[in-house]
């Protein structure tokens, strides 16, 4: 099977646990106004790669990677589920630690066959980093041009399958950093037992000279970058969400 793959990071330490190796896929549904990566959505970008020329790399280097493993990125990287889940069971099989970042966009329930690839893909999955875009509905379509139904049915199932999860979430100033929109976060994350980490980001406009070199308009402007100590304050208000959530429900 081939896989569009738009860069490979090969010493990655944000990704998932340890020093990994990061691919990063093209293809996104998703149009978040703070993606800093616009060169991945197109789903036919990329260059073509098949799993056995990624693990060749990793086995190259595999000494660094000896706390760590392959983390598979995006875009949205379920938009090439069959690839993805090629290169987990290939890479579970020489003893590979496998992390999938993703929006979990693409998870429908209500379709067997979807399902069936969701199930495939899991069973070879030793954590998922979840990306949380905004708690609120009607905020969540307005960020992301996505509804979040079929994300939060993900984070269900998830926890349905005792998939060890970390959560993701994307400070933005005007757009998610409301104490109301922090706190009914937490709120909602301290619903599901499987969550194992949060990572709290501050944005940033890191991104903005991709959006001038393909011609397209960046959406935040006029949006400053977040602090990062502002970060630090709202991951305190979720996870005091969480454990008020916790403390109601035990």
Not at 56 to 69: D, I, L, M, N
Not at 104 to 113: E, K, M, W
Not at 120 to 129: E, K, N, Y
Not at 187 to 193: A, D, P
Request: aromatic share 8%; net charge neutral; hydrophobic share 35%.
């Amino acid at each position: 099977m081939i896989g569009r793959v738009h860069s490979i990071e090969s010493f990655g330490t944000v990704d998932g646990p340890g020093i990994r190796m990061v691919i990063f896929l093209s293809g996104c549904p998703m149009r978040c106004l703070y993606c800093h990566n616009p060169d991945t959505w197109d789903p036919k970008g990329g260059s073509p790669m098949t799993a056995e020329e990624i693990l060749g790399q990793y086995e190259q280097a595999r000494p660094f990677y000896k706390k760590g493993g392959i983390t598979v990125s995006g875009g949205e990287p379920l938009m090439q589920i069959g690839f993805v889940t090629e290169l987990f069971e290939k890479a579970k099989k020489s003893g590979i630690h496998t992390c999938l970042d993703t929006s979990g966009i693409t998870f429908n329930p209500g379709s067997q066959a979807v399902m069936a690839h969701f199930d495939r893909l899991l069973a070879s999955t030793d954590l998922i980093l979840l990306d949380i875009k905004h708690i609120d509905p009607k905020e969540h379509v307005k960020l992301c041009a996505q509804p979040q139904d079929n994300i939060l049915a993900f984070a269900a199932y998830l926890e349905k399958k005792q998939i060890p999860v970390w959560i993701r979430h994307v400070v933005v100033p005007g757009i998610t950093d409301r104490e109301e929109y922090l706190y009914r976060l937490g709120r909602y994350l301290g619903t599901l037992k499987n969550v194992k980490a949060l990572d709290v980001l501050p944005y940033h406009d890191m991104g903005k000279a991709k959006y001038g070199q393909l011609g397209i308009p960046y959406p935040l402007e006029d949006t400053a970058p977040l602090p990062p100590a502002k970060a630090a304050e709202s991951r305190k208000i979720i996870l005091q969400g969480m454990r008020d959530e916790r403390v109601h429900c035990s």
